[in-house]
């Protein structure tokens, strides 16, 4: 073993590695009860309604994921529900029903609203998230803030 092998492994962890030490025990703890908070416009509830059609089997309603992705960051995943868990958070506007997991409607979506829009050729779901910061050119990805 070197000096400065010796030296570093006696030194403890560099301040980047402090920093992720950090964020990994605060991922391991309980998180504080949150208020959440997710809504649906009248016009995505249509739409969700109608797209059901298109399920197959029997699905509950559209379920909401994030995942890394895109170039901001992050990208909303839309899928069918076919059940829900213990950490799904659902909520219901005129017949339509949007699933989430709990901790990712807290950490990425609290508050936001499903909407669904048609401008130009364009149209599709579309989130009014207050969480994200920025979103990509051609809005299928977003920046989460602080």
Do not use: W
Request: with cysteine; charged share 25%; net charge negative.
């Amino acid at each position: 073993m070197t000096t400065d092998t010796v030296r570093k492994a006696c030194s403890g962890p560099t301040a980047e590695e402090k920093a992720n030490l950090i964020e990994v025990d605060q991922l391991e703890q309980p998180a504080p009860e949150v208020s959440l908070s997710l809504s649906i416009t009248d016009a995505a509830a249509r739409h969700i309604c109608d797209a059901m059609a298109d399920a197959e089997g029997e699905a509950l309603g559209v379920r909401v994921s994030v995942k890394k992705a895109g170039c901001s960051g992050y990208e909303y995943i839309l899928e069918y529900a076919y059940e829900l868990g213990p950490m799904d958070y659902s909520v219901t506007h005129q017949g339509a029903h949007v699933v989430i997991d709990k901790a990712q409607l807290a950490k990425f979506m609290n508050g936001s609203v499903v909407d669904y829009r048609k401008e130009g050729v364009n149209e599709g779901i579309v989130f009014e998230n207050p969480r994200a910061t920025a979103t990509c050119g051609c809005g299928e990805s977003f920046t989460l803030g602080a």
